[in-house]
Structure formats: C-alpha cells, structure tokens
C-alpha cells in the first residue's frame, strides 16, 4: 500500500515524502502544477487535475486504484477540505485522510504556544525574583521562536533566561561559548535587545576536534559522524541568526574559545562578512558557556571569560545536570563554594545559573 501527498508543492508536503521514504514506504507524489523540486529530489511527480475540474475526482479514483494508495496526505487547506468531504459522500472505502488539516494544525499549535507561556509564567516570574518581566504573550512568543531553532536547551532553560534578564542590573555584552544552530543564542539576542544590555558575541569553532567530549562515554563521542560537515552547522547557525543582523549588535567567531577570547579581549571588536562590525565593551553582563564538556576545558572557559563578567552580571553553565558526564558539575561546584561570588544560585532545564554579586 501507498500514501499520496496531493499537492506536493509546498515544504511540508517535501518533508512528508522525505520522511517515508526514509521509512520504506511507498508513497506517490502529485500536483496540479509543475514542482521543480518534487521532480529534482524526488523524481516521479503524477500530474492531477485542480480539485474544481471535472475530471478531477476521476482521475484521483483512478490513481487511488492503480497505485494501491491506502492514504491520503494534504497539505494545503482547501485540498484537504475537498479530499475529506469527497471520501465521506464517496464512501471510499479502505483510503483514509491523514493528518489535521494545516489550518486546524497551526490554531492548535498556536493554542498550545499560549497555554505554555502562561503555564510557565509563575516559574519565569520566580526567575525574576520580584522584578518586571516579560508577559505572557511576550513570553509565549520568544519562546515559540526559540524552541523552533534546533538546539539541545529545553524550554525551561529558555524561560528561566527570561527570568534573569528582568533581574540583570548589569550592562554589557553577552557572550555565549558554544551555539550550535542558535536557540540560546537567539533567545540571548531579543532579551538583550529587549532589556537594552549590549551587544551578542557567539564563540564556536563548530569543528569534530574540537566537539569532541573525550571524558564522556563513547557512544556521545560516536555521534560525531552523524553531524556530517560541520559547515552545515555554521550555514545552520547563519540560517537562524541573519535575519536579525544588521543592528551592529550581533556577531560571531568561527574560533576556539581561547582564541576567541584572545580577539575579544584585545581588540574589543569583531568583524564578520555577515554581521559587519561590532564593538563590545569587554565587560560581560550574561555569559553563556555551552561548549566542550569535559572539564578541563570548561574550566578552561571559566577561567577565561569569568573575570570579565560585571558585578550583578548572570553565569549560565549548561549542562550541569548531564547524563553523559560531570565536567560541568565539577565546575560549578567549585563555582558554588566560592559564596561570596553569587548572590543567587539556581538549577533549571540542566543549566546552572548563577549571579554575580
């Protein structure tokens, strides 16, 4: 049997096909019109009538038949309404309409982005311990943006930097070490804009050397192969991060963490090809540090770039509760019985937060 994505013409309907085919399964692409990129990744594209010719639902019987298509995938709204009111009066037995219809989907998610932003509100409200934050609609939609960028911090980590930013006294640049695709470091990006903090500095050298976690088991240290070309990741991190250039504010360095900083702290400034020219303050009032894992080298980022951070200044350490290996507990442990260096400590979505006093 066989699913058909009828009209094959939009990105969802390409990662359907993309998707099953991975599985194994049969599954037959059409349109009304001509897909180029159907046709280029995928090759057959079956040519059907629009759903208002007469010879529409003919011919999509006929398919139906002759390619033993069981289902029926519709990724455009007024198709999927059409299909679905055809195979009720039809009767059409043994196809059945797959999927919500794209509409119906996007208000659901819509529904749910809200009703988590205000489930979350108390929490983020904690976070800001008393201080005026972000609302719920505010909230709701960062973090919506946020989570879309693929990344390994969950949402309550997000949140919680929500919380912090309403309860930051610092000003300064915020630095982040470590940034894969760039969830953190657009969330980082619209709260410091938000808040009026200082300019976005991105480190991440984004190479299999230097992502490779040796004190951690061997099946995370496998998972390098997946990543393919880690140029991929960088052109990921562009992907996300471009479209909010452009205000001088925001840049990044393909580099080490020890190299990075040794541009940040001499120069003051970064220049990219992408982001232009940006100056910071090199005093640090959000530091992020979210890369190699093992702990000489997060010890090495502490050592690094803590002694920029501003008194009232936020330390986020990722990943000190780990699975996979305890660098960044060690770290923050020794962070935590420095106490008269914190003024506030708390764990959420595995990060360590910690304020400067």
């Not at 915020?174 to 940034?179: S, T």
């Not at 190479?207 to 960088?234: F, M, T």
Request: glycine share 10%; aromatic share 8%.
């Amino acid at each position: 049997m066989a699913t058909l994505v009828f009209p094959a013409s939009t990105p969802e309907a390409w990662d359907e096909i993309a998707q099953a085919r991975r599985r194994g399964e049969a599954v037959v692409a059409a349109a009304s019109v001509a897909v180029p990129e159907v046709t280029r990744r995928f090759g057959e594209l079956v040519s059907l009538p629009f759903i208002h010719d007469a010879d529409f639902t003919p011919r999509l019987a006929a398919l139906l038949k002759e390619r033993g298509i069981d289902r029926i995938l519709c990724p455009v709204v007024v198709v999927h309404r059409f299909v679905e009111r055809w195979l009720k009066e039809q009767q059409v037995q043994g196809v059945a309409l797959v999927g919500e219809s794209p509409i119906a989907r996007q208000v659901r998610l819509v529904g749910e982005a809200m009703a988590q932003g205000q489930a979350l509100m108390p929490f983020i409200e904690a976070c800001a311990d008393g201080h005026d934050c972000a609302d719920a609609m505010a909230s709701a939609a960062l973090l919506r943006h946020g989570m879309g960028i693929y990344g390994e911090s969950d949402i309550d980590k997000l949140a919680a930097m929500i919380g912090i930013f309403a309860d930051l006294q610092a000003r300064g640049d915020v630095v982040e070490i470590g940034a894969l695709m760039g969830r953190t470091a657009f969330t980082l990006l619209a709260l410091s804009r938000r808040a009026g903090i200082g300019p976005l500095l991105v480190v991440d050298p984004w190479s299999a050397e230097h992502a490779l976690q040796k004190d951690s088991p061997r099946a995370l240290q496998e998972i390098d192969s997946d990543w393919g070309d880690h140029s991929r990741l960088v052109q990921g991190f562009l992907l996300n991060l471009l479209p909010f250039g452009g205000g001088g504010d925001l840049n990044y360095l393909r580099e080490p963490s020890h190299l990075g900083h040794a541009r940040y702290s001499d120069a003051g400034e970064v220049v990219s090809d992408e982001f232009g020219t940006t100056r910071y303050a090199r005093r640090i009032a959000v530091l992020h540090i979210d890369g190699n894992h093992d702990f000489d080298a997060v010890a090495r980022d502490c050592a690094l770039w803590l002694p920029h951070l501003a008194h009232g200044g936020w330390l986020i350490l990722d990943d000190y509760v780990w699975a996979h290996g305890d660098g960044p507990q060690r770290m923050g442990d020794q962070l935590l019985r420095e106490t008269g260096r914190w003024t506030r400590a708390f764990v959420a979505g595995k990060a360590l937060f910690l304020h400067a006093a």
